[in-house]
C-alpha cells in the first residue's frame, strides 16, 4: 500500500516528527513503508495554487455561512495563512496523485505517531472511501464526546460521529492519519471545484463527503508537537 507523511524536510520539527513516526510504524511491524512526500512550503503554496487552479475560500477571521453548502465556516487560528494553505495544498497533491495512480493511499501529517499495527486488510474490505486512524484524544475538539461516540458503536468502521449541530463541518480528529481510495480523492477534488479550497480537515466533512468514516480501533495518535500552522 501506499504510505505519505507529508514532510516540511527544511523544519526540524516537521523532520523529526515524520522520522518518529516511520521508526514506530517500523516497530509495530506494519507491512508497508512510509515515505517522506515533500510539504507544499509558505513561500511557494500562492504559486502551487494558481499551477493547480484552486482558489482559497474560507475566513481568516470570525465565522461566515458558506452560501452554497450552507455550512458555518469558523475561522482557524494562524498567524501565517500561507502555512495553512500550504498544509491544505500539500493534502491535495497527495489527492491529485491518488487518483492518478488509481491506487488507495494512507496519508500521514508529521505529528501522527503509531501505537499499533494497522490491519490494512479491513481497510481494503471496507466500503468506505475514505477512513480516519487517529485517536481523536487530544488531536480535535469535544475530543471527549469524539471519542465515547465511537466506543459506544459497535462497527469496527463506523461513519463520522455527530459531535455538533449540522451546519458546523465534521470530520476526521484531524487529518494526521487517513486512508483514501481514488473515489475519495475524486469526492475531495470535486468538492475543492465546487466549494474553493478550506483548510483540509474542514472540506473533509461528513456534510460535503460521503462514504468517510472513523476506525474503532484506534491505530496513531498525536505525538503532541507544536503546531506548524498555527504558528
Known amino acids: 500500500m501506499i504510505a505519505n507523511v507529508i514532510t516540511l524536510m527544511e523544519d526540524n520539527k516537521s523532520f523529526l516528527g515524520a522520522t518518529n513516526l516511520i521508526a514506530s510504524s517500523k516497530k509495530v511491524k506494519n507491512n508497508f513503508d512510509i515515505t517522506h512526500f515533500n ?11 494558481e499551477e493547480y487552479h484552486v482558489i482559497w475560500n474560507y475566513p481568516w477571521k470570525g ?6 453548502s450552507g455550512l458555518t465556516k469558523h475561522a482557524y487560528q494562524t498567524k501565517d495563512p500561507n502555512k495553512r494553505m ?3 495544498m500539500s493534502h491535495y ?13 494512507l496519508i500521514f501529517e508529521h505529528d501522527s505517531i503509531f501505537i499499533k499495527q494497522l490491519d490494512t486488510s479491513l481497510l481494503e474490505r471496507s466500503t468506505f472511501d475514505i477512513v480516519g486512524l487517529n485517536d481523536p484524544r ?30 458546523i463541518p465534521q470530520g476526521l480528529a484531524g487529518n494526521s492519519a487517513y486512508y483514501i481510495t481514488p473515489n475519495g480523492a475524486k469526492s475531495m477534488i470535486d468538492a475543492v471545484k465546487e466549494y474553493g479550497m ?13 462514504n468517510i468514516g472513523v ?11 507544536g503546531s506548524t500552522t498555527t504558528l
Open 39 to 49: 510539504a507544499v512550503t509558505p513561500d511557494i503554496v500562492k504559486r502551487v495554487m
Open 138 to 167: 487530544g488531536a480535535t475538539r469535544k475530543s471527549n464526546i469524539y471519542y465515547n461516540s465511537i466506543q459506544q458503536n459497535e462497527r469496527t468502521i463506523q461513519p463520522v460521529p455527530s459531535i455538533d449541530t449540522f451546519n
Open 93 to 105: 497533491i497527495l489527492w491529485k496523485q491518488c487518483l492518478d495512480s488509481n491506487e488507495a493511499m
Open 215 to 225: 476506525t474503532k480501533t484506534f491505530y496513531t495518535k498525536v505525538q503532541g508537537l
Open 63 to 68: 465565522g461566515i455561512i458558506d452560501i452554497h
Open 86 to 88: 500550504a498544509c491544505a
Open 198 to 210: 478550506w483548510p483540509n480537515d474542514a472540506l473533509m466533512c461528513k456534510q460535503l463527503i460521503k
